[in-house]
């Protein structure tokens, strides 16, 4: 697992960064719009659990976590259009699919980095970020959006 969070998460950025800091800087600030409303919302409105996996994910967080995500991502595409290499001429449409995939997606890492650590019988990875699972909780869901990002550019804008 330490393998996939570091190594291969890394070669998979370093590969997006061939296109452009687009494809790195654009995927990650998806994931952390989508987790930081997933959690204000779950924490304001939150009524009903997500799965048991992870008791403080809420349905509603998660629902409005997308909406959020998908709007950011409208707004911020062509905020940061002049950071794509590749030129691509509908990059709003690109950046409205990966919109969609970090929204519905890409917090599955979370429920990921939590079954690993039931697993292993631990709370948290660590204690660097106060209230939250440790560095690791921070980019868990990172991991399966440089994946996406990776095969998108790879298949997708050549």
């Known amino acids: 697992m330490v393998l996939c969070f570091t190594t291969l998460q890394l070669y998979l950025?370093?590969?997006?960064?061939?296109?452009?800091?687009?494809?790195?800087?654009?995927p990650c600030l998806l994931v952390l719009v989508n987790d930081t409303t997933a959690y204000l919302?779950?924490?304001?409105?939150?009524q009903?659990?997500?799965?048991?996996l992870s008791p403080?994910?809420?349905?509603?967080?998660?629902v409005m976590a997308m909406v959020c995500t998908i709007l950011f991502g409208y707004w911020s595409c062509a905020?940061?259009?002049?950071?794509?290499?590749?030129?691509?001429?509908n990059l709003q449409l690109h950046g409205m699919i990966l919109s969609i995939y970090a929204s519905t997606t890409a917090p599955f890492g979370g429920f990921l980095a939590s079954a690993i650590k039931?697993?292993?019988?631990?709370?948290?990875?660590?204690?660097?970020?106060?209230?939250?699972g440790g560095m690791t909780d921070r980019v868990d869901c990172q991991l399966l959006m440089a994946a996406f990002t990776f095969f998108y550019c790879e298949y997708m804008l050549k």
């Open 56 to 62: 403080k994910k809420t349905l509603e967080g998660y």
């Open 41 to 46: 919302f779950g924490h304001w409105l939150g």
């Open 48 to 52: 009903h659990s997500l799965l048991n």
């Open 79 to 89: 905020w940061l259009k002049p950071l794509d290499k590749s030129q691509q001429s």
């Open 118 to 132: 039931r697993a292993g019988g631990i709370k948290d990875f660590g204690q660097l970020i106060p209230g939250h």
């Open 13 to 26: 950025i370093q590969h997006n960064l061939h296109f452009g800091l687009f494809w790195f800087l654009y």
